[in-house]
């Protein structure tokens, strides 16, 4: 892209710096705060709100025409849209989805994927007794994502992040039986050991080792498993439903943003408008296993016949995403830390819930 970008566009030269995801907010804090940054930055949506409260972002609605506005798939991009303006554009896009690994399942005796929690737990418990190394679920428990680990039986039951008054849910019963469904799976020996040692992608090599039956996750892992485990056959279904047939997954943008203080703005632009051209998204989105966000790209051949993006797409009208909300990547740890307490038997699930209600809504009334 850098060169088919610089023979377009003579006397603008682009200069990619790459960062883990991990350290990626500490370092564009650091760099904004000393007024390093550079012109153009992938972040996640879920910090676009303190960046717009702080003057971070530049409105991008005075760059766009209608051509370039109607590229997009409108699901992806309003995470971006704050009070009617355009701060960011989805650069990657993804839902979670249930994989399972066929092998185990025909060892075990299941037909097809659960449909609900119950079921879940009842395949578990026969990929389990197969004995050796073989785990039916497999449960995030450390960094990135655990609490939205967490979200997916939370909404299943009924349950959302934040109530219509604005609090935490965390203090329902359902986010009170979603906890106990999980902790009643580590008791049962239906997970791996040592859920908080594992990370998403220390669950997923488990996964493509062959040695877990079940697990959540997004549509990158059919890339991963197709380079490092080819001969692993496995397919990708619904979140398992709650109680009531109720389910949810995560919805996930990554929004590239232009920075207000960037001295470059229009060479910045002419980045944007050429990254998010059909074929280039398709180039990025097909390499990294994400879902497509360019309409046209949505048509390709790629994504229609492509079995696994379908069982992602098909669970869209079911996607939430992470509040666009002050203060939300701490609410989120609040939520992480209070599930691994309850992981670790730490704590009574109810009493850590309550307590994590209670720090997450004082944070709310800022």
Known sequence: MKK???????????????????????????????????????????????F????????????????FKGRFIE??????????????LPIAASARAMYYNKDLFEKAGIKNPPANWDELKADAAKIKALGGENYGFGLQGKEIETDVYYYYAMWSYGTEILNKDGTSGLSTPGALEAAKL?????????TQPGIT????????????????GMMITAPFLSNQ??????????????I??????????????DSVIM??????????WKVLDFLFQKDWRAKFTQNEGFLPVNKEEAKMDYYVNNADLAAFTALLPDARFAPVIPGWEEIADITSNAMQSIYLGKGEPDAVLKDAAAKADAILKK
Do not use: C
Request: hydrophobic share 35%.
């Open 4 to 50: 088919a970008f610089e023979a377009e566009n003579p006397g603008i030269t682009l200069n990619f710096e790459v960062v883990p995801w991990d350290v990626l907010l500490q370092k564009l804090t650091t760099d904004i705060s000393a007024g390093t940054n550079a012109d153009l930055s992938i972040i996640g949506t879920r910090w676009l709100i303190d």
């Open 52 to 67: 717009v409260q702080q003057g971070i972002a530049e409105p991008l609605d005075g760059y766009m025409n209608d051509e």
């Open 75 to 88: 699901t992806f991009l309003s995470p971006s849209v704050l009070d009617g303006k355009t701060y960011g």
């Open 182 to 190: 999980y902790k009643s799976m580590i008791h049962d020996g239906l």
């Open 197 to 212: 040692s594992y990370a998403r992608e220390d669950v997923q090599n488990l996964f493509k080792q062959g040695k877990v």
């Open 225 to 238: 498993i197709k380079e490092e485990a080819p001969n692993l056959k496995y397919g990708v279904a619904a």
């Open 240 to 253: 398992p439903a709650g109680p009531t047939g109720a389910r949810g997954t995560y919805g996930v943008t």
């Open 259 to 268: 920075f207000q203080n960037s001295k470059n703005k229009e060479e910045a």
